[in-house]
């Protein structure tokens, strides 16, 4: 069973943007102020145009071991699958160190233990071990409970927006622009996950510019979300780290109601929960498909894990500085693996095999 065409629809619209939800925002706010749209929208733009040649990409129908190995030999097939699969295990460092700040922040009235988040780590080594194919009952589910909870949300703070904290439009500076799309890049690797994924399902008519679409549109969301947030927190959005569940907060009648919008909140965490473990997931995969043993997939995963579960808890005393050394340090291997890698091997292998070069 592969995933289907309305899956990977589902994943470009409605997971995707949930992992630019927390700490995104007011890393924007503090570095492009009020324009923090225009980073936002530039990278969205770029990846809808990469996630349009991965699509294209997807037509041969073949995973991108097998497409490095039918082109270049089963070692040069394992060279480029172990490098991909510790660019997912990198990235996928910045959105668990995110969740990790999210739980602690959000579900706690008082600072809980260090180690209260260590059990993330046991559902992510067990979805990790599973096929890629099993994405797409995930994606059935969380799709309809990111439009709950981010339409919850969103009504519930319209109240409290003045979308005119916006303006004027450019007042930032092109400087900030550059600034904004650079360190950004450390949460646009959507291309990236879906790289992974080609030859897992089929490609039908169309799929590029629908898929294409779907990204864009939940592209809309997000700014709409990013609009909304600068709306509520003007000048102070810089100090809200955890953004989504802040906007919500003023609602009027939330007095006499309670925190209703937990429901949406936790809507959207848990679907954030399983955005965090797609990269782990999709890099396990990667290596398992690499060196053919299926049979070392909960291995992969339970080494992967472990991994990633010393290096958060190494650096628990450090969040900033980590997030700073991902988004700011080392963003240029960002586009390396999202951009470059991408079109290299659409111009390599785009065509279908009974096309002719002319």
């Known amino acids: 069973m592969k995933l289907s065409s309305r899956q990977v629809c589902f994943f470009l619209a409605a997971v995707s943007p949930v992992g630019k939800m927390v700490l995104l925002p007011a890393r924007l706010a503090e570095t492009a102020q009020n324009d923090l749209l225009f980073p936002v929208l530039a990278h969205l733009l770029i990846q809808a145009a990469l996630i349009f040649c991965v699509l294209l990409l997807s037509r041969r129908e073949r995973t991108l071991c097998a497409l490095v190995k039918g082109a270049a030999g089963n070692a040069a097939a394992k060279i480029v699958c172990t490098l991909f699969a510790a660019f997912l295990l990198f990235a996928a460092f910045l959105p668990i160190v995110e969740q990790k700040i999210m739980v602690r922040s959000i579900f706690y009235d008082t600072l809980p233990a260090h180690l209260v988040f260590a059990p993330f780590f046991l559902l992510s080594a067990y979805l990790a071990?599973?096929?890629?194919?099993?994405?797409?009952?995930?994606?059935?589910?969380?799709?309809?409970?990111?439009?709950?909870?981010?339409?919850?949300?969103?009504?519930?703070?319209?109240g409290s927006c003045d979308l005119g904290a916006l303006s004027p439009a450019g007042a930032a500076g092109a400087g900030a622009f550059g600034s904004g799309v650079r360190i950004t890049c450390a949460w646009f690797f959507d291309s990236a996950l879906l790289?992974?994924?080609?030859?897992?399902?089929?490609y039908s008519k169309g799929l590029a510019w629908k898929g294409t679409l779907c990204y864009l549109g939940g592209g809309a969301l997000l700014l709409l979300f990013l609009a909304v947030f600068y709306g509520v927190f003007g000048e102070v959005a810089v100090l809200q780290t955890v953004a989504f569940a802040r906007i919500s907060a003023f609602f009027s009648a939330m007095t006499v109601l309670g925190r209703i919008d937990y429901l949406f909140l936790f809507a959207l965490a848990f679907v954030m929960a399983f955005f965090a473990i797609l990269p782990l997931q999709e890099a396990v995969g990667t290596l398992t498909e690499a060196f053919g043993t299926p049979r070392l997939?909960?291995?992969?995963?339970?080494?992967?894990?472990?991994?990633?579960?010393?290096?958060?808890?190494?650096?628990?005393?450090?969040p900033s500085g980590s997030v700073a050394a991902v988004t700011q340090t080392l963003f240029w291997i960002f586009p390396l693996f999202t951009a470059l890698l991408p079109l290299l091997l659409l111009l390599l292998f785009g065509r279908r095999p009974h096309e002719k070069i002319s």
């Open 129 to 158: 071990s599973r096929p890629l194919r099993t994405l797409g009952r995930m994606w059935d589910i969380l799709a309809p409970l990111f439009v709950l909870g981010m339409a919850g949300i969103l009504v519930l703070a319209a």
């Open 297 to 318: 997939a909960p291995l992969f995963s339970v080494g992967a894990n472990v991994l990633m579960l010393a290096a958060v808890y190494a650096l628990h005393f450090f």
């Open 195 to 202: 790289l992974a994924l080609i030859g897992h399902f089929p």
